[in-house]
């Protein structure tokens, strides 16, 4: 007698892998847009730093992507050659950054749900994306530190900061349902254990951020409608511009290299 | 053990990494495997310390110069990213050697995952405070020694 054990098929280990690269990629370019631009030098060194990691996790993440689809896009193909409605990524990653209460509550919101996913995929049953997770875990790990200090400072500091605070909170807040939205590819990875169930997460996430902005003298923003669809591709006109500029050089100049 | 895989692996844990070049591969815990085929080729397995570590290239074509100038007719370097590397993985001697330079190490294995204070390299005090969780490079953290005065960097803890 032969015993089975169900894989996860390669086509859906690809979504999946694109899916998560893109998140990383997309929020990866977000922060580097605030090189040369952020409050203070040392925020500056930190901003980059995240967006290096996380640009790391998006080639690791992209990479087994194009393997697993097999039809020979590398990681610079998927990075530079798809448009806007072929990516995969969160809603919330694409948004524009706004002020630094924005890029902080939006790095909370996806560091909070990143640390609890990844920490579930590297004990999950898919080798190559428990690698990944394994080491990118340690990561959002310490992203999230940063962010979580940055939002109680925030939250707790001037009259100024505080509203501001509270601004960023309702306007990210309809982009925090599709991160627990599994697409079709994320419900089968998750019945065959190569990924937690998205809904199991949501729980966690949700007593996480609580806990830190009732610490915050913050309050978690009331429902006002939920956005989503980047998942399957319907994304924000943020997405567009931001692609532009990433891809602009490589489009322009084919296999350009430095 | 094919001829010449000590010397491989000896070679190749003496490159020096890039940005803190008193630091070898081998000090870092970066270099995981040397294998000789029979044929004399070289197979090398480094692992990043972070996952956009933008040295890790570098390190393979130095690896790889090192080995062909030293003979080897072949070399292959490779990356793997499982098991995860942490600071754990710091060799023997890496401690002391950041210390020495004046950058204060992260806590051995045994210790808390984050140290609650620093020893401030310049003057020994452990009155000093982080300024910022990230530094000049993406294993780094920059702290303030608030006895002398003297900013320091740190090999920050990841786990």
């Avoid at chain 1, 500056?44 to 996380?54: M, S």
């Avoid at chain 1, 394994?134 to 400072?153: D, T």
Wanted: hydrophobic fraction near 40%; charge should be negative.
């Amino acid at each position: 007698m032969t015993v089975e054990t169900a894989v996860l098929s390669a086509l859906d280990l690809s979504e999946v892998g694109l899916a998560l690269g893109d998140d990383c990629l997309v929020l990866s370019h977000r922060l580097a847009e605030w090189t040369t631009r952020a409050p203070e030098l040392e925020e500056e060194v930190a901003l980059a730093n995240l967006a290096l990691d996380l640009l790391g996790q998006a080639r690791s993440l992209l990479t087994l992507a194009g393997e697993a689809e097999g039809r020979c896009r590398d990681e610079d193909q998927l990075a530079y050659w798809r448009d806007d409605r072929g990516f995969r990524n969160l809603l919330l990653v694409e948004q524009p950054n706004g002020d630094f209460a924005v890029t902080m509550t939006r790095q909370l919101f996806f560091s909070t749900f990143q640390e609890l996913l990844y920490a579930r995929v590297a004990a999950g049953n898919e080798p190559r994306l428990a690698a990944i997770a394994a080491k990118g875990v340690m990561e959002a790990r310490y992203h999230l530190e940063h962010s979580r200090l940055w939002v109680q400072r925030l939250g707790g500091g001037t009259e100024e900061s505080h509203s501001r605070m509270r601004r960023a909170l309702d306007l990210l807040w309809p982009y925090t349902q599709e991160l627990f939205e599994p697409t079709p590819p994320f419900v089968r990875a998750a019945d065959l254990g190569a990924l937690p169930p998205l809904s199991s997460l949501e729980g966690p996430w949700r007593q996480s951020i609580a806990a830190l902005l009732a610490a915050s003298q913050l309050e978690v923003p009331e429902f006002s409608g939920w956005q989503s669809g980047g998942r399957l591709g319907r994304h924000s006109e943020h997405l567009g511009h931001l692609l532009a500029e990433m891809q602009h050089l490589h489009r322009s100049h084919p296999n350009a290299s430095w | 053990m094919p001829a010449g895989e000590e010397l491989a692996r000896r070679l190749a844990a003496e490159v020096p990494d890039p940005e803190l070049p008193f630091l070898t591969l081998g000090d870092l815990g970066i270099l995981r495997r040397v294998e000789v085929s029979l044929a004399g080729t070289v197979r090398v397995v480094l692992t990043p310390t972070y996952s956009g570590c933008p040295a890790i290239s570098h390190m393979a074509d130095q690896v790889r110069r090192t080995l062909m100038d030293a003979g080897f007719p072949a070399v292959q370097v490779d990356t793997e990213l499982s098991p995860a590397w942490s600071t754990d993985r710091l060799g023997p001697g890496a401690r002391a050697k950041l210390e020495a330079m004046d950058i204060a190490p992260p806590p051995p294995p045994a210790a808390a995952a984050i140290a609650l204070t620093l020893k401030c390299p310049n003057c020994g005090s452990l009155h000093t405070r982080e300024l910022s969780h990230f530094g000049s490079t993406a294993c780094k953290s920059l702290w303030r020694c608030l006895e002398c005065g003297e900013p320091f960097e740190h090999f920050k803890a990841l786990r």
